[in-house]
C-alpha cells in the first residue's frame, strides 16, 4: 500500500511529460509549415493580412 502514491506520482508525471513532447512536436510542425496566418498583432502578420485584402478586396 505504500507504493500505491509513488505509482500514481510516476504515473501522472509520465503523462505530464508525454503529452508535453506532443504538443511540442506540434507546434514545431507547424511553426515549420508556415501555411498557417501569422499573428495580426506582429508587423508581418498584419502586413499579410493587408496583401491579402488588395489582392482579394472580398
Known amino acids: 500500500m505504500d507504493s500505491l502514491p ?3 506520482c510516476l ?3 509520465g503523462f505530464v511529460l ?3 513532447y506532443i504538443s511540442a512536436r506540434v507546434t ?3 511553426r515549420l509549415d ?3 496566418p501569422k499573428s495580426s498583432l ?3 502578420g498584419i502586413e499579410e493580412r493587408m496583401r ?3 489582392v482579394d478586396p472580398s
Do not use: C, M, N, V
Request: net charge positive.
Open 6 to 8: 509513488i505509482i500514481l
Open 11 to 13: 504515473g501522472t508525471l
Open 18 to 20: 508525454a503529452f508535453a
Open 28 to 30: 514545431e510542425k507547424q
Open 34 to 36: 508556415g501555411g498557417r
Open 42 to 44: 506582429s508587423r508581418d
Open 52 to 54: 491579402r485584402r488588395l
